[in-house]
Every structure is written in C-alpha cells, then in structure tokens.
C-alpha cells in the first residue's frame, strides 16, 4: 500500500509495527546509585567519581518502592554465568599496573532509540516514556557502582526542530549523569557539521566507527569511567556498517565495526578492568562482536525490534539491548559472588506515570517549549504531491489541487459539517495549545491538515482554515472538487477523493484503543 495516507515521515516507520506488549510482565529489584562525575575520554585525564548521601538516596528508595513495584513491566531473568572476571590480572604480588574490574556489583542502566521523544505526547490514556519520568526513576536507588549509558538514536534525525529537541536532550542527559551515549543512525544522518556543533553538549558522546571522509574519528572513541572501588570501566561504542549511503549525513561515514573494535580494543583493555560496549547494531551482529572480542564483558545495543527480555550471553559477553523512543529503562545488574563469577539480572522498567515528572527535566522541557514557539520552525515541503501532480516546491501550479478547509464543505455537506464541528477533530489543534505544543512539528503532523505540504497547514497565523483534523485529513484535498460543483471549473469532473485511511494517525502507539466500527460510529456521516 503506498504509503501517502500516512501522515508520518517515512523514517518513523522503521520500528513501526511492533509494540511493548511484548515486554512481559514480571518484577525486579534493583539497586545503585551514584551520580557520575568525572570521567575520561579516549585523550583526557582520569577522574573520580562522587558518592551520593546514602541515607538520602534510600530514603527517596522507600519512597517510590510502591509505585515501582506495581510498574515494572519487566522482564527479568537471573542467570548465573561466568564472566570474565579479570581477576587473574591481579594475581598478588603483581607488579605492573594492571586495571581492575569491579569487584563486587555494577549496574548498568541502559536505554537506546529514544529518537526524540523528550516528553510523551499524551495521545493515548497511560502512555510511557519521557525524560521528566526517566530522571525520577534513575534517582530512585541506593547508592551502588553504576553506569548510565545509552546505546544511540536519542535524536529523530536532522530536521532544525529535530536538532533543537537533541540539544534539550542531550542537556537533560547531563543533568540525569549519563556515562556515555553511542551514535546510532540518527546522529549519523545529521552530517558531520551538525553533529560537531552539537558535541560539545554533551562529553560523554562516543563512537568507534563514525568516521570523518579521511576516516578519522569524529567522537571520542571511548571513555574510562572510575567506580568508587577503584576498579575502572572502558566504555566504547560502534554503529553497524549495514545502512544504506542516503541515510548517512554529509562528510560523514561508517568505518567497519570489526576494524574499529580490533584497533580500539587492546588499548582500552590496558587501560580498563571491564569492557562495555554500547552497539547500534542488529541481534547478529552484537552476536557476531561477541563471538570476535572477548575482551567485551557486556554489550549494549541496539538496532532491533523490541527490548531483550533475556540477556544473550555469548562466549562471555552478556548482550543486551532496548528500544521503542524511550518508553522503558533498561537494568542490567551485575553481582559478584565468592567464587569471583558474576550474576546478572535483567529488568526492563516503562516509564508510566507512576514515576512523577522530575522539576529539573519539567523546566527544561518547558524551556524547549519556549524555543519551539520562538522559533516558530515552518515545515520544508517534503512530501509527494498525492494527487502526483508536481512534487512540491514554491512553484507549485496554480491550477493544482489544494486544501482549503472545512468551511469550504459546509454549504454542500451540511449534515456532515455538523457532525465533524462536534467532534474531537475539530479541536485537534485546542489540545496541542493546551499542552504547549501548537508548534511542535512531531504533533503538528497528525493534529492539522497537510502539515509538510506546501499548500498544508503552516502555523496558526498564516493558515488558520488548516488548524484541526478535518475533512481534507480523510478525503484529500478538496479545491478541485469544490470547484467542480460549484459551477466554476467543469473541466474537473474526473476528480476523485482518496480512499480514507484512518491507521494513518490512529497508530497502535497513538490511539491504542482504535478499533474502526466504534471509533466511526462517533463521526458517522455521509451524502447529505
Ligand atoms: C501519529 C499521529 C499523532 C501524532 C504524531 C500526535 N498525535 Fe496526539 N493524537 C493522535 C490521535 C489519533 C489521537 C486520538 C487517540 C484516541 O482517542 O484514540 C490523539 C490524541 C491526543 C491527545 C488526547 C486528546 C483528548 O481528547 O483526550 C493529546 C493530549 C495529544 N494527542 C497530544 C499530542 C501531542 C502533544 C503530540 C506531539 C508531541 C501529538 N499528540 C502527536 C494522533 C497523533
Ligand atoms: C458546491 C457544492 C459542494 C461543495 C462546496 C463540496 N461538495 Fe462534496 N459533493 C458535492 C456533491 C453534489 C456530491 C455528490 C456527488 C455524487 O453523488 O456523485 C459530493 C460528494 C462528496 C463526496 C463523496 C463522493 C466522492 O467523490 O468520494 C465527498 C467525500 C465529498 N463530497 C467531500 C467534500 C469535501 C471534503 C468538501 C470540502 C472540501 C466538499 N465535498 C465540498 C458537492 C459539494
Ligand atoms: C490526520 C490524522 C487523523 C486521521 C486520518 C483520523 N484521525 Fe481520528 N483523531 C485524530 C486526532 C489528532 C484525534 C484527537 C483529537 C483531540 O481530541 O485532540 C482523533 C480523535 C478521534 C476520535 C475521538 C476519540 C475519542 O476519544 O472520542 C474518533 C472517534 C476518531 N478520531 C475517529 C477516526 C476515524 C474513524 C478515522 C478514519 C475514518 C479517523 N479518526 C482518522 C487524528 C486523525
Ligand atoms: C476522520 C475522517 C473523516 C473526516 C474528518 C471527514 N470524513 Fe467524510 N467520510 C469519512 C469516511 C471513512 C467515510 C465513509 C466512506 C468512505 O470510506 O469514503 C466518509 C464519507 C463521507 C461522504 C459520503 C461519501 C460517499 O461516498 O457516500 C461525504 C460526502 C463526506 N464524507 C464528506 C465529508 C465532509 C464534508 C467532511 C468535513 C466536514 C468530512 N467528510 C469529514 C471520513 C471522514
């Protein structure tokens, strides 16, 4: 089915069509925090990390133990494996400084594929997701050795809105203390001016394999984090290699995993006790990195299709990975026993609203409102014509066909003028001004007509008659018709409407409830 009545922009289709239901149901524990301080990239110094007050971390645990509890969709597993535990570098009497690895317990906490969604929208009653929620839950543990990491696409992709989004993001990320963050596809698709202008955002920004056209690296390729205990972490991280030339940004490419990893590896195993490394990359391919390195005590991915439940363990790597824009946390717990093994323990955590919105993360969502309204982005015309009269630029026919709101059907379709008046649709456009967000691009797409079009909806000013769901959202544009039945152009006769697609916004992710008989009942109208 071609893909035109679908309102969203095609790179939002890749993940479409699977959902968190997959994500079972189960319970978990979980322990740690420490806020993350200084570490060190690929060149810089060492640092240390500071403690957080114990008895104020638990006390914010007894707190939310209740909610979390009777959140966590989880998915959660303990598996008893072997890790490399290094210890054999430690042998005593050891003279050469060699790094040690956590001795007794390190949680990882782990997201990927937020792809921009700093805030959930609200379209569907208890949706997850958002930082202001994120920020809460991360705060919520004792005190412990952990890692923050995320395994990339935090942004949705080049657009100007879609780097401001990343900025606010990536300011968000510092103030929740995150480790390291992976380039996915997404920060490849910016090119490589964008994505310098935006590194210095945030240090902890990593990548192997993102490369300038001389092939050199463009992020650090990996950082050193310090534990309390002394032990050290090397965290790197690489995109696959397997992505079509369009999708890559210009003056950027993607040098070959398997090389970057190989050169990368000895030296950050000399320098680090235990080796995380955070893949965008498929299920076969962590796979594949795993069987290669042994050097990786953990991978954390990825490009795929739903969060694992059950963490891999290959060779002796434990792979694990997340997705679906930032809806769950990931918790990777690593536990030491006597006999020097680890335990791991997996959870996967959604972000319902159980967890209340962090005041930090609300002001700084607030502010981002601000600067979307400030700047008031216009849409670039991006979209085919429908009608496959011109592809649409500023020189756009006159003659071509063109929205013009439902004001224009009233005289001939009164019955269904009254009908859609009364109807949700006709205030689409009032629910995004009663969330901030009448000039948010990603809700302007489905709460307005032909937003991205040329002759779509723009802002509330200069398109007024477009604001709001409306006809032309379901039947197509409607001049020509208008015209033709209106006497003024009988040259139109051969005009048709498009078929309805009502999927096109009422999305599993959008309007989890959809279900098309009840849902038309509310907006039943027809000839008359
Ligand atoms: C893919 C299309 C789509 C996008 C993008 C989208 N919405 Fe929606 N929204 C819908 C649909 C469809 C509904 C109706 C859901 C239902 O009732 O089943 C809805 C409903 C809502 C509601 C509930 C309204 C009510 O009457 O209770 C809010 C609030 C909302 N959207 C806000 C937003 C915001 C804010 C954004 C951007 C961050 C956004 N939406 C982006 C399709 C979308
Ligand atoms: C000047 C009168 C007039 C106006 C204005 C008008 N229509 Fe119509 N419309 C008609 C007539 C007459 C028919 C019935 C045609 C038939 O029975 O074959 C019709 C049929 C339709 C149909 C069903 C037939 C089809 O082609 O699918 C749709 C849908 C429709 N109109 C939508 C709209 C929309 C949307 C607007 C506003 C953009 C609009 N109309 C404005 C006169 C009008
Ligand atoms: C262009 C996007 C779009 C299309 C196409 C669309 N809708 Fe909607 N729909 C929305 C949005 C946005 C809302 C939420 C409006 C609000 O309350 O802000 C909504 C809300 C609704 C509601 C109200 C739900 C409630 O809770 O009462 C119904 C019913 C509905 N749509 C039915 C349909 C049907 C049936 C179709 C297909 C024939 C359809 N919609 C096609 C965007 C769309
Ligand atoms: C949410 C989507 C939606 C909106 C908004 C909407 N319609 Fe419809 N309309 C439909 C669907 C679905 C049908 C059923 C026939 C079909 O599948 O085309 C229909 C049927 C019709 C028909 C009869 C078509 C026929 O072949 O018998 C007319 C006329 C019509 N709509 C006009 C309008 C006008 C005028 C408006 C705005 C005032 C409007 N519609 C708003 C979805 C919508």
Redesign the pocket.
């Known amino acids: 089915m071609p893909d035109r009545g679908n309102p969203r922009p095609s790179y939002e289709s890749r993940s479409s069509g699977r959902e968190s239901a997959h994500i079972k149901k189960s319970q978990s524990r979980l322990t740690s925090t420490l806020r993350s301080s200084a570490t060190e990239d690929g060149s810089a110094a060492t640092g240390r990390r500071r403690f957080k007050f114990p008895g104020h971390a638990r006390k914010r645990t007894e707190a939310f133990h209740k909610p979390k509890c009777r959140t966590r969709v989880c998915a959660l597993v303990l598996l008893t494996v072997v890790l490399p535990l290094l210890s054999g570098c430690q042998k005593p009497g050891e003279t050469t400084a060699v790094p040690a690895s956590p001795a007794k317990s390190l949680t990882i906490f782990y997201t990927c594929d937020t792809r921009g969604h700093i805030d959930p929208c609200g379209c569907s009653s208890g949706m997850a997701g958002g930082i202001a929620r994120r920020k809460t839950f991360l705060e919520a543990h004792p005190s412990g050795p952990h890692l923050l990491v995320d395994a990339g696409d935090v942004t949705a992709g080049p657009r100007a809105w879609e780097l401001l989004e990343f900025e606010y993001l990536l300011k968000g990320y510092e103030q929740m203390g995150y480790d390291a963050i992976n380039a996915g596809h997404r920060e490849a698709s910016l090119g490589l001016d964008r994505l310098l202008g935006l590194k210095g955002q945030h240090k902890g920004l990593v990548s192997a394999n993102l490369a300038n056209e001389k092939g050199e690296p463009v992020l650090a390729p990996y950082r050193i984090i310090t534990l309390p205990d002394g032990a050290t972490v090397g965290i790197t991280g690489i995109l696959d290699d397997k992505v079509s030339a369009a999708e890559i940004g210009k003056g950027l490419k993607i040098l070959p995993p398997h090389d970057a990893l190989a050169r990368i590896l000895p030296e950050l195993k000399r320098r680090a006790g235990f080796i995380v490394l955070l893949a965008f990359a498929d299920e076969e391919r962590m796979k594949e990195l795993a069987e290669r390195f042994y050097e990786i005590n953990v991978i954390v991915g990825g490009k795929v299709l739903q969060p694992s439940a059950t963490p891999l363990v290959v060779n002796r790597t434990v792979i694990t990975y997340m997705t679906d824009k930032g809806k769950a946390v990931g918790c990777l717990e690593l536990k030491g026993d006597p006999g020097g093994r680890f335990n791991h323990t997996n959870s996967i955590v959604m972000m319902k609203e159980e967890f209340k919105d962090d005041p930090a993360m609300t002001k700084l969502i607030a502010e981002y409102k601000a600067r979307l309204k400030e700047l008031d982005f216009l849409p670039a015309a991006e979209k085919d014509d429908e009608e496959g009269l011109t592809l649409i630029t500023a020189e756009r026919s006159k003659d071509a066909n063109r929205y ?3 004001e ?2 009233q ?3 009164p019955q ?1 003028y009254k009908m859609w008046a009364g109807s949700k649709h006709a205030r689409a456009f009032h629910t995004l001004e009663e969330k901030g967000y009448d000039t948010n691009p990603r809700c302007l797409e489905c709460h307005t007509i032909g937003y991205r079009a040329s002759d779509g909806f723009l802002n509330a000013r200069l398109t007024p008659q477009l604001k709001n769901v409306s ?2 959202s379901c ?1 197509g544009r ?2 020509h ?2 015209k033709y ?2 006497g003024e152009n009988r040259q139109l006769k051969d005009f ?2 498009r078929k309805v697609n009502c999927l096109g916004c009422h999305n599993p992710d959008n309007s989890a409830k959809f279900e098309y008989a009840s849902y038309w009942e509310k907006i039943n109208h027809g ?1 008359d």
């Open positions: 013009v709101g439902a224009s059907c005289s001939c379709h269904a006809c032309e039947h409607g001049d018709h208008v039945y209106a048709k409407f000839r």
